[in-house]
């Protein structure tokens, strides 16, 4: 056999693997599916953006008393925290910076855990969730403001909001 012929023979095979006319067909075969999923995908996306996940006016009468009830258990619990450790005394001065740390830490992290309630209870009546959340921004606040050794000149203002929003949602919670 000479060389032509085997020339001949492999570019016969290599046309037979794939010929021109369905290469292009497999290819715009392909570019429809992409086509089709970006456009599903566009439309998701319109939906989940123009949808909302949830109606807080949907909300039932029960979901709302739920809702208060754990805001208020929350705020319970947060106001002890808060009372408890802010108030300690140590007499021994080498513990009065632990002392000093839990009170620090019940401040930010009672504020924190109010917060949080807040958001998962999103059908809790509109007064009192203004109330939570105030008084968790003004707890984390004195909590932040004990970090940074705030003069009093800084701290009885927020101390003086944090007695008002107290006193408010002890009637709310009521």
């Known amino acids: 056999m000479s060389d032509s012929s085997l020339t001949k023979s492999a570019n016969t095979e290599s046309h037979k693997e794939s010929s021109p006319s369905e290469r292009p067909k497999a290819l715009q075969w392909i570019t429809y599916v992409a086509l089709a ?68 830490l019940a401040l930010i992290g009672g504020g924190a855990y109010l917060s949080q309630r807040l958001a998962a209870n999103t059908a809790a009546p509109s007064d009192l969730t203004n109330a939570a959340n ?29 007695t008002n929003e107290l006193s408010q949602l002890d009637k709310l919670c009521a």
């Open 134 to 162: 105030s008084l968790a921004n003004t707890i984390q606040q004195l909590g932040i403001n004990y970090l940074n050794q705030a003069p009093p000149i800084v701290q009885d203002p927020v101390r003086k909001d944090l």
């Open 37 to 104: 999923i970006a456009v599903l995908a566009v439309i998701l996306a319109a939906l989940a953006y123009f949808v909302p996940a949830h109606n807080s006016a949907s909300a039932t009468a029960q979901q709302g008393g739920d809702a208060k009830a754990n805001v208020c258990a929350a705020y319970a619990a947060t106001r002890k925290a808060v009372v408890l450790n802010t108030h300690l005394q140590s007499p021994n001065p080498e513990s009065q910076l632990a002392v000093a740390t839990n009170a620090r």
